[in-house]
């Protein structure tokens, strides 16, 4: 059994990664931006026998975080996905920015993930993993446009997160950085590649072999290394 922590559980990948590790026997702290509004997350809960509980947390405030850290007790934390996220701008890009939208995108793929890093640091300990969701889009091999905050701001997570991991090498914390698929959520929509199935198993098996010789490498959910 290992002590579970995910942002963004309410819905998608971070639902059924939630489901996933729930199955195997793990105790799950869920973070949720709104848990009363929360069904399936907070079902699974009843269903869980206590080993998920549900507690708020918006990666894009500060004293959120640091409340709904602090509401999962002091267990030690085995691992932390940081998975919570939004879309960001859409287009017209460039005639017509909406600069509101496009900084909150940095607030909650930047800001949010370290807020919750050192929310949780005190718990992360030699072999703890902090698993971030990322993009392909994030990639200076992506060959396309469009997108233009969220792409940014992934990539911004990728650099932060690489100096995390040499930062807290020492330490024996492991930082990841994963692609999680082109998936069927209702960010990626029903037409996208793979199930939260297939990409939920895809990160918890890749998460669960990490070690500190990849930490801050980017990978996708099948285990290939992505390029940056």
Known sequence: MVNVAITGAARGIALEL???????????????RNPAGADKLNALAAASGGKLTVHAMDVGDDAS????????????????YNVAGMTGTTAPEFEEVDWKTFDETFNVHVKGPLRVLNAF????????????????????TWPYGGFHAYA????????????????????????????????????????????????ATGVRTLAQAWTLEKSGDFYKWNGEEHAW
């Open 18 to 32: 939630a489901r996933q590790h729930v199955a195997q026997g793990d105790r799950v702290y869920a973070l949720a």
């Open 152 to 199: 940014a701001s992934k990539a911004a997570l990728g650099r932060l997160m690489r100096s995390a991991a040499a930062d807290l090498k020492d330490k024996g914390v492991i930082i990841g950085l994963v692609h999680p698929g082109y998936v069927q959520t209702d960010m990626g929509g029903p037409d996208a590649d793979i199930t939260p199935e297939e990409s």
């Open 121 to 140: 640091l005190p718990r992360l300990g030699a072999g703890s993993k902090v698993i971030n969701f990322s993009s392909q889009l994030a990639a200076s």
């Open 65 to 80: 975080v640091k409340a709904g850290a602090a509401a999962t007790g002091g267990e030690a934390i085995d691992i932390l």
